[in-house]
């Protein structure tokens, strides 16, 4: 059985420090056998860490169109985030990739789709983002778990983490899986576990992204 966290940062997202080898080695001090790393505009955090890690390790990406976020899942390479919503998915499954939306209802400062947008692609994605740990109104989650039943859609979820101590705040038991397909499979047999994290977290994200900025403007 595995215990998947299904969304993670590293420091190849631009608002997160956290080192692929600690993340590693947080995931085997709580238990978290399997993970997606979702990274801003970039997928080769997830590709390193892929070929670094012992356990089981999703490459994913999210994606910022001008309609909100959207992941990819199971990619093999970097989509540019600033495409259209139509155009990122389409990019997902010229890879094989499978297309998932995070945190769908959170509103500012958050960058969710919104009800309107995901209603037009109800029949486009694969997986909905039923719990994501960092979501700062339950609401939110309830929303989601609506949406992704009554279209009878396989509900995912993700602690979000841009820090370490995030790692575990929000996963999924599933049976093991081979490939995109049959992941599809294990996670409609899955069971949802999570806890909120605390919406201060938010300043770590925002203080990271400052630290970036500054190290890449000094000399």
């Known amino acids: ?37 979702a990274d801003h505009g970039t997928a080769e955090g997830a590709l390193k860490m892929q070929s670094l890690a012992s356990i089981r390790v999703i490459v994913a990406e999210e994606i910022l169109t001008p309609q909100g976020e959207i992941m990819g899942m199971f990619l093999k390479k970097t989509i540019p985030s600033g495409l259209s919503l139509k155009d990122a998915m389409a990019e997902i499954r010229n890879q094989d990739g499978l297309i998932c939306v995070p945190h769908p209802f959170d509103g500012f400062p958050r ?71 049959d992941f599809l499979a294990a996670l409609r047999q899955g069971r949802v576990f999570g806890q909120p994290t605390t919406p201060f977290i938010h300043f770590k994200s925002m203080w990271a992204r400052v630290r970036k900025k500054q190290s890449r403007s000094s000399p």
Do not use: W
């Open 111 to 181: 960058s969710g789709l919104g009800r309107e947008v995901m209603e037009g692609i109800a029949h486009d994605i694969d997986i909905v983002e039923v719990f994501n740990a960092r979501s700062p109104l339950p609401v939110y989650s309830r929303q989601s778990k609506n949406y992704a039943a009554r279209h009878n859609l396989p509900g995912g979820a993700g602690s979000d983490a841009h820090t370490l101590e995030e790692i575990g705040h929000a996963y999924v038991t599933m049976p093991e899986f081979e490939g995109s397909h």
């Open 1 to 37: 059985m595995l215990k998947a966290d299904l969304h993670i940062h590293t420091e190849y997202s631009m608002d997160c420090r956290t080192k692929l080898a600690d993340i590693l080695r947080r995931c085997q001090e709580i238990g978290i056998n399997c993970i997606a790393i």
